[in-house]
DNA sequence: ACCTGAACACCGTTCAAGT
DNA sequence: ACCTGAACACCGTTCAAGT
């Protein structure tokens, strides 16, 4: 069998010939590249197309449309959560949801992508079927099982997508700054009518959140068994 | 006192004297208004103006920019949440979760403008208020309590948005097809890999979202008790 | 103080047409 | 089967200018 040589060098379509031809997952990966340099909002189907040296509608043509974009590209986030190794269903538990908010976290404001949405990718299916195990050996039936998965995958990408934004959009300046603003403005209001806001003002607008998602997890998990 | 005179009858600004003066509360009512008839995608700064019979610039004067005119749409939303009448924190917190997802779920898509949000405006206070006040007496320190607050808003938002959505964007049709399409796929999975997928598929792909609803508010509430 | 016209720099999506 | 040019019908936002 001949190898097969390189367009002659009098080919009139040299940048057809010079870049990769395109795929799905190309067009995935680019947007991923997008997603991690410049955040969610650059992910536009242009911009993926320039990337890919390709007309916008080649994109149409590969994933249908944005959303279908947004589906892969959630699924190939999932393929970067790791498995919990065996023990107590709790601290498998405890390991998904920390994975998983390490993977947004790891990818700018990437949770928006996940809300609304439930792993049931080739990959997300992996992390679905690695929390509903959990549960199961939690002691739950399979149609509480079902109602606390989506009560888990819920509560990591709520938070997750919670910290990737300002706490209150209308305020300029960075984050920490926002956040004094709102503990300054919580303490000074009227506390004859807010005793509990007032009182909280200062945990309320604390910045790390660290603590504030283990806690969650914690009344999670202790909600959940019997 | 004079009685004020409506402008004479040869004013040149019939059009300008016709419509009320703009307002950021007319604003408000026209985004929802706008909400209402054709959900949130039809929010837009122009499509507000058009409403009012007024040029886009003068919403952008009023209420800054569509992030602005969101945030206070959402405090509106709040000031239809009614509040629980005396008696255990847990029916309290109950209570208000509900009336906040039956806000939600008269109003489209609304809860897509909580998403991210904190109940912070005027009438959010109120309901933050009550939920920290149910929070402090099931003998939660203040810094829990801020804790558990964000979970409890986090919950609710976030269930409500969900079931605003279609389950796999994906999916052509109507939810209730595209959910049974999704049930289908789920159980046709490979048992050996996704025991716990396939034998969940049913409960995964249940419509009726009521029930789920109360079991994850019921195993929250049980989480924060001590 | 409040409002407008006109513009800038984009979007998602479609569709006939090419190879 | 895969890709392009050109277009449609929009966006959020700004800004000089008006009253």
New interface residues.
């Given amino acids: 069998m001949s190898q097969a040589l390189p367009p002659p060098i009098w080919s009139h379509r040299t940048r057809a010939t010079a870049r990769a031809p395109v795929s799905e997952e190309a067009i995935v990966q680019a947007a991923l590249d997008l997603l991690d340099d410049e955040g969610l909002d650059a992910i536009t189907m242009r911009q993926v197309a320039e990337r890919l040296g390709v007309s916008a509608p080649t994109v149409y043509w590969h994933v ?1 449309n944005k ?2 974009l947004l ?1 892969r590209l959630y699924d190939r986030l999932c393929s970067e959560v790791p498995q919990p190794s065996p023990g107590p269903w709790q601290d498998r538990l405890r390991f998904l949801a920390n994975a998983i908010r390490s993977v947004f976290a790891a990818h700018r404001d990437a949770a928006r992508i996940a ?4 792993p ?1 990718g080739p990959n997300g ?1 992996r992390a ?2 690695t929390a ?2 959990a549960l ?1 050996d939690a002691g739950l039936s ?10 888990f995958f ?2 990591v ?3 997750s ?2 910290e990737t ?1 300002s ?4 305020l300029a300046g960075d984050r920490a700054d926002a956040l004094q603003r ?1 503990g300054q ?2 303490s000074t ?1 009227p506390s004859g ?5 007032t ?2 003002a ?3 607008s ?1 910045p790390g959140l660290d ?2 998602f283990a ?2 997890l ?7 068994s019997t």
């Fill in positions: 249908g959303d279908g589906d809300v609304g949405r439930f049931l299916l679905t079927e509903l195990a199961a399979d149609e509480d099982a079902a109602h606390a998965a989506y009560l819920g509560y990408t709520s938070f997508y919670q934004i706490p209150a959009p209308a709102v403005y919580l209001l009518d807010f005793p509990h806001v009182r909280c200062a945990p309320l604390r603590r504030r806690f969650g914690d009344r999670l998990i202790r909600g959940l």
